[in-house]
C-alpha cells in the first residue's frame, strides 16, 4: 500500500474510532441536555444532538429530507475528497493529512446521520453566558483539516510570489 494511502487510513480511522468512541460514552453516561462543568465560565460537555448541519442549519426539515440530503452530500464529499488525495504527491504529507482529518470527521458524522438521523454533540465551549454551538471530535477533526489545508494554500501563494 502507497504510503500516502496508510497515512489517510491511519488519521481517517483514528479519527472516526475517537469520534464513535466519545459520542458513544456520552450518549450513554449523560442524559440529554444533561451538563458538567469541566472549566467554570469556560467549557463543559454538554449532550445535545444536533438534527442539522453546522449551527443547526436545515434542522426544520423532515427527517427523511436530512437523512437523504446530508448523505448525498456526504459521499459527494467523501468523492471529493478522495479524488483530492489520489491527486496529492506522496511527499506533500501535510495536505494528506489536512485531508485525512476531513475525511475522518465527515465519516463521524455520516455514521450519527445513518445511525441516529442526528449528530451527537458534546464539546461546549462558553464565556459565561455566550456559548459557541456545542460540536464533537469529528467537527474538530474537518476544523484542524480546513485550517490547514488554508495554511498550505497560504504557504503555496507566498512561495509563488517568491519565485515569481
Not at 436530512?66 to 488525495?85: C, D, G, H, N, W
Not at 441516529?116 to 458534546?122: K, S
Not at 480546513?146 to 515569481?164: C, I, P
Request: hydrophobic share 55%; glycine share 4%; with cysteine.
Amino acid at each position: 500500500m502507497p504510503r500516502k494511502w496508510l497515512i489517510l487510513a491511519l488519521v481517517a480511522c483514528s479519527v472516526v474510532l475517537l469520534d464513535q468512541i466519545t459520542k458513544i460514552y456520552i450518549d450513554q453516561t449523560f442524559a440529554l441536555y444533561e451538563s458538567v462543568i469541566v472549566i467554570p465560565h469556560l467549557f463543559s460537555l454538554t449532550y445535545i444532538r444536533n438534527p442539522g448541519a453546522a449551527f443547526g442549519l436545515f434542522a426544520d426539515q423532515s427527517s427523511l429530507f436530512r437523512t437523504i440530503f446530508f448523505s448525498v452530500v456526504s459521499l459527494v464529499a467523501l468523492s471529493f475528497l478522495l479524488t483530492m488525495v489520489y491527486q496529492t504527491e506522496a511527499a506533500d504529507r501535510w495536505q494528506i493529512i489536512a485531508l485525512s482529518l476531513l475525511l475522518g470527521g465527515a465519516i463521524g458524522n455520516l455514521i450519527d446521520r445513518v445511525r441516529l438521523g442526528e449528530v451527537i454533540d458534546f464539546l461546549d465551549f462558553h464565556i459565561r453566558a455566550s456559548h459557541w454551538p456545542a460540536f464533537n471530535v469529528a467537527d474538530s477533526a474537518i476544523t484542524i483539516g480546513v485550517s490547514m489545508l488554508m495554511l498550505a494554500m497560504l504557504r503555496d501563494m507566498k512561495g509563488r510570489k517568491v519565485t515569481e
